[in-house]
């Protein structure tokens, strides 16, 4: 048994089944251990596809997705979503190839510096340089994934030692070194509290159980970040909706009127926190993004087992507000919104993957989710190109129907997956909605530069005929009646539907 062989024994030990990625020289030792074994590869037509695909498949199950690259020209094209997974703290695992140990730093073919290229957007990248180490680092990254997922850990495997036979495994045990320190004082603030309120993100989304009991029994209310979506349904009263730039009235009335802000696996961006609290305890696994007077460097698990809540009695003073987001524009032919609102109306419970731009805000605005994972959209880095892999990604994690939001500009980025998606015969239906523009550079130029639209205009392709010849199924709707029409059929993917749409601008957020 070589350390290829061992890699891919310890894969599935660890009951992972599912690899994105394409084969190359380099990383061949792998692909031939795969190929003996139970794990499935999804062969994906270029590696940023494989990563973001590795990302929807986390974000739709908890479980790791794993992606998997030759050398540099494969590598390299890792990186978008890479970043895209590092920005969100989405847990996958990330292994590339590379040449012989000999040309390490020097300038022979497809040799580049790949750890050094991807330690500022992974959370650790490792090299190891014998088959022992490479052991190491794999138990260990897989351990962290599973127990600190705080983002993406790369290994790079040289050939040779992916061939070495002569290395020693491990059984590893690890401690997560926690600051629960400030507890006392955590407790403190919430003994004194009457309106303490819950802002939960994604490294909650494990804790959901526990959170809702304890926000059910002391009737304390919940806001959630973006990625922490339906980690308590949006359709129960306790949820009050999305905290910080896209707040919810509800939610905006909460956070501004709360005494005890408990925010429990949240990065605390600017896009949540636009200010501190001084009334926030902040928790979280990585101690780098810890915020306010009262950080704990900690699991949420944990936090919850130490503090004693008690009943409070202000979520009817919260309810009585009217929590509807005014949305000019949702019955109006060939406006984006009005679209959206119906491809969600008839696709309540699926998961939606979104993209970047402006169709991105109509739909994190108008989705409800039921539970996490059921909005997948790269918040952070909001790169586009996203949402057709990350489908993929949450079809194969889930086996359920997936329902793509993409805009024209979006899905022509990575619309090669069209063939994996064709080829795994996934339940997956694309809503492109065409507008034939760049809609929010073109708004960002009207309304912060006083310009002309300039270079936003898109000669788009024959969307209909470009899926036919993937062999996939394709229709185009211009108007609000027929949609609704094609809408009350039994829809089933693969499946494109380009919606034309007109141009129009996105609500921005209000201060």
Sequence with gaps: MNVADKIVQILEEEGINTVFGIPGEQIMPLYKSLSTSNIEHVLTRHEQAAAHAADGFTRSSGKVGVC??????????????????????????VLTGDNELQYRGSDHFQTLPQ???????????????????????????????????????????????????????????YLCEDDMSNISRA??????????????????????????????????????TFHAKGIISEYDDLNLGLVGIRATPRAKYAFENADCIMALGIKASERT????????????????????????????????????????????????????????????DLAPQSAIKRILEKFPENITASDAGSHTTWTTLL??????????????????GYGLPAAIGAAKATG???????????????????ATLKQNNLDVIIFILNNSEYGIIRQW???????????????????????SSYSIDAVRVDNLEDLEYLLESDLKGPLVVEVVVRSENIPLPKK
């Design 68 to 93: 998997i690259a030759t050398a540099s020209p494969g590598a390299l094209n890792f990186t978008m979503a890479l970043a895209t997974a590092y920005k969100d703290n989405v847990p996958i695992l």
């Design 115 to 173: 750890v050094e290229i991807f330690k500022n957007i992974t959370r650790a990248s490792y090299n190891p340089l014998n088959g022992t180490e490479a052991m190491y680092v794999l138990r260990a990254a897989i351990y962290e994934l599973k127990t600190m997922p705080k983002g993406p850990i790369h290994i790079n495997l040289s050939k040779d030692v992916l061939l070495e036979e002569d290395f020693n495994d491990f059984d590893l045990c």
């Design 187 to 224: 407790q403190e603030l919430i003994d004194s509290s009457e309106r303490p309120l819950f802002i939960l993100g994604a490294g909650a989304i494990s804790q959901r159980q526990n959170i809702e009991m304890i926000a059910e029994k002391y009737q304390i209310p919940v806001t959630t």
């Design 273 to 332: 926190l636009p200010e501190i609290p001084q009334n926030l305890i902040h928790v979280n696994l990585n101690k780098d993004v810890l915020i306010g007077d009262y950080p704990i460097h900690g699991k949420v698990e944990d936090f919850l087992l130490e503090i004693d809540f008690k009943n409070v009695s202000w979520l009817d003073e919260i309810l009585k507000i009217d929590n509807a987001i005014e949305i000019e524009g949702l019955d109006d």
């Design 367 to 384: 989705k409800k989710s039921q539970k996490p994972g059921q909005l997948l959209f790269s918040g952070g880095l909001a790169p586009m």
């Design 400 to 418: 359920e129907k997936v329902i793509v939001i993409n805009g024209d500009g979006d899905f022509q980025m990575n619309l090669q997956e069209l």
């Design 445 to 467: 130029q009207e309304d912060f530069y006083d310009m002309e639209p300039y270079q936003i205009a898109l000669q788009n392709p024959d969307f209909v005929k470009l899926a």
